[in-house]
């Protein structure tokens, strides 16, 4: 459709100029286009506009009598035409070009014999279709703060005089590693594929990225590295962390106060007066891996602090790297709150910086299909699950030229592709109208009784950075057991989310009218805000039960793999042929691309 | 301006004799009427879209508009374009599957206009 959108901030549709008969009934039309909504009315399930009728009422061409395809209906005098009569019905008498397509309540020109568009008569679509809809949903969902935030612009910053005596008086520079020259490093720069590509040999000599370091696996920990590789370098977190924002000595100075002037009778001192804070031991690790040392480093302390926390894991199996992750994001959750702030909600993100980072809203619709009315929930989130395709990959349709013959040989009619599919297929499964089964049945307000429904999500809100979790397993109830999913998906190293946020999921089950008045102007409508780009992924080898965890990191526009203590430089190629489990996601402006000078990454 | 003036006198119910229906218009009012074509409508629909055919049509869609030139296409025009490949290129399954609805649908229905 009109793709130069990106100019418009509101991202709302630009309408093809009206052809000028649609421009004369405009202007000598008595009661308006926008109160056509009288003519109009949903259809269920789905809830698409059409032209009111009579039940077995089966609209027909004046002229030929033809029931089938498109049917117009004149708005000057109702008579319905089909698309072979309509000209002539708009030739014999002028004012009566503006037609609209019974079934589709689209308008139509049958002089120019095209569709027309106009703003009137979709917001009458709009009205029509929203009547039984709830007007909006309730903004206290989202906490106080249901009023946009105001946007900044971005002004760089340099020290001033004062400032940068602070700097030379409280820091210490850090010093640049040439190439790989030092030989306690355990990164090599050697590239793993095959083929060496000229990019590779270019950088192998340029410094190396601060912060890239070894983690050493402490028994079956490959599901904590790879998760903390990922967000040692997730820019917003890092920022947070280096920029000494949860100091971990002043964070344990405070909670020693808080423990002493309390009496002890809280379970948890049995840490001997340490006090676990996750946070504390990130920002510890933090200063660790971006001190420059390359040495492989020991996440011991935080190993500890986390089995402390999550004491049901706490042990050498190995776990699931998503599951870590979630628990990882609560903890640090549990331990920034502060007693004396009032609560905040979390998709606010006001609470803590895992949320501030990662917490975004999804979007529930929920429609009854026999009165089309539709309730929303709003629910933060803070990653994204998406199913894979179960089945071989979408069936594809090219094994029919096999009819011309009119045989159906079995082979083609099964037309199913092996094993790929996308991320961008995966989200768009997501957030397709999925009808729930007869054994589901919700119940509608409208009817008061429990009725089937469809079930729509869109994300609401994209957070800052989006973590896809994809569920590579699928449980046979058949066969009582669950298998991991090894097929192969394609992702994008570039994402752009504007088709399945909720506005545009919105305007696209209005029939992409122009408005979209459902009261819900989320700021993540802005055409920037949906444009991510990739910056790790962890993947996964092995079976269900056991397996290998890796992260690959995008750093100044190279890729390394971390494998536990080791750390390579990668080609593209390897990271896309990988089996993605877990995708993070930055939003474009939050991400530093390569800079000239290498140093600062 | 009145728009009863420019109403076309209404349809004189002596004009259509219900015995110059056909069969297969006569079905096509039963299955209206019971509801059953809106149903199939939607099935129809969830299983085009599912197996990809919409986006295959959308693809084709915009190739044509883009070769033509946006503002040179109309809605015939595309609908021209695809309805071969697009009658064509529906899978055998989707086929069979709405063929056996409208069967039992048909069995189902005591057709006294017969």
């Known amino acids: 459709m009109s793709s130069d959108s990106a100019a418009d901030p509101a991202r709302a549709l630009r309408l093809p100029p009206p052809c000028p008969h649609l421009v004369a009934y405009r202007s000598g039309a008595g009661a308006g286009l926008r109160s056509l909504y009288r003519c109009l009315r949903r259809r269920p399930p789905l809830g698409r506009p059409e032209v009111r009728r009579d039940p077995g009422e089966v609209p027909r061409c004046g002229s030929c009598r033809d029931g089938g395809a498109r049917l117009y209906a004149c708005l000057a005098c109702a008579v319905v035409s089909c698309s072979l009569h309509a000209p002539d019905h708009a030739a014999a008498r002028p004012g009566h070009e503006i037609a609209v397509d019974v079934d589709r309540a689209e308008l139509f020109c049958a002089a120019c014999r095209d569709q027309v568009y106009d703003p009137d008569f979709d917001a009458a679509v709009v009205i ?37 005596a602070v700097i030379g008086q409280r820091s210490s520079p850090l010093l640049v590693q040439e190439g790989n020259a030092s030989s306690s490093s355990t990164i090599t720069t050697v590239n793993s594929t095959a083929n060496a590509t000229t990019t590779s040999c270019a950088t192998s000599s340029a410094p190396l990225p601060w ?3 070894g983690l050493n696996n402490l028994g079956n920990t490959c599901f904590m590295n790879s998760v903390l590789q990922a967000l040692l370098h997730t820019p917003l977190l890092r920022n947070y962390f280096l920029s000494d ?33 996750l946070a504390c031991d990130l920002d510890a690790m933090y200063s660790a ?33 998503h599951e870590f992750f979630i628990c990882m994001l609560d903890g640090i959750h549990e331990k920034e709150q502060d007693p004396f702030k009032p609560p905040s909600h979390v998709s606010s993100g006001e609470c803590c910086i895992a949320h501030r980072v990662f917490s975004g809203t999804l979007r529930s619709d929920v429609t009854c299909t026999i009165c089309g009315f539709t309730s929303t929930t709003y629910d933060p989130c803070v990653d994204i699950s998406l199913d894979m395709d179960s089945k071989e990959g979408p069936q594809k349709t090219n094994g029919s030229k096999h009819q011309i013959n009119g045989n159906e040989t079995k082979s083609a009619s099964m037309n199913q592709k092996p094993g790929t599919s996308t991320l961008m297929e995966c989200l768009e499964r997501f957030t397709r109208p999925e009808k729930l089964g007869a054994d589901q049945k919700l119940f509608c307000q409208h009817c008061q009784v429990r009725q089937e429904s469809l079930k729509q999500m869109s994300i609401r809100k994209i957070p800052l950075v989006t973590c896809f979790h994809i569920k590579r397993f699928e449980h046979s109830s058949m066969r009582k057991m669950s298998r991991k999913v090894d097929q192969y998906l394609h992702f994008p190293f570039s994402l752009d989310l504007g088709p399945y946020l909720s506005s545009s999921i919105l305007r696209a089950r209005y029939g992409n009218r122009v408005l979209v008045s459902d009261g819900d102007d989320s700021d993540a409508s802005l055409e920037s805000l949906s444009n991510l780009e990739l910056f790790a992924v962890v993947t996964h080898n092995g079976k269900l039960d056991a397996g290998h965890y890796l992260t690959y990191l995008r750093l100044n526009s190279q890729w390394y793999r971390c494998d536990d203590a080791w750390i390579t430089h990668v080609s593209e190629s390897m990271v896309r042929s990988s089996q993605a489990y877990m995708l993070f996601y930055v939003q474009k402006i939050l991400y530093y691309k390569a800079s000239g000078n290498a140093i600062i990454s | 301006m009145r728009a009863s003036i420019n109403r076309p006198p209404t349809p004189n119910p002596d004009e259509e004799p219900e015995k110059e229906l056909s069969v297969q218009e006569i079905i096509n009012i039963k299955l209206i009427e019971s509801g059953e074509k809106e149903k199939l409508m939607e099935l129809l629909r969830e299983r085009l879209i599912e197996c990809g055919w919409r986006d295959e049509m959308k693809a084709l869609c915009r190739a044509y508009a883009r070769k033509k030139g946006r503002n040179n296409v109309t809605v015939d025009d595309l609908v021209q374009v695809i309805t071969p490949k697009g009658r064509a290129t529906v899978p055998d399954s989707v086929k069979a599957e709405l063929l056996q609805r409208i069967r039992s649908f048909l069995t189902s229905v005591p057709l006294e206009a017969l």
């Open chain 1, 245 to 277: 924002r949860h100091n971990h000595i002043v964070c344990q100075q405070k909670s020693r106060k808080k423990t002493s002037a309390k009496e002890r009778s809280n379970g948890r001192d049995a840490t001997g007066g340490l006090q676990i804070c």
């Open chain 1, 211 to 213: 912060g890239l370091r």
């Open chain 1, 128 to 164: 029509a279709l929203t009547s039984l809809i709830t007007p909006r949903a309730p903004p206290t969902q989202l906490g106080n703060r249901a009023k946009r935030p105001r946007r900044v612009e971005y002004r760089p910053w340099a020290p001033d005089e004062p400032e940068r």
């Open chain 1, 289 to 321: 891996v971006f001190s420059g040392d390359r040495k492989p480093y020991s996440p011991a302390r935080f190993l500890y602090s986390w089995w402390l926390y999550a004491s049901n894991l706490a042990n050498y199996q190995q776990h699931d790297a």
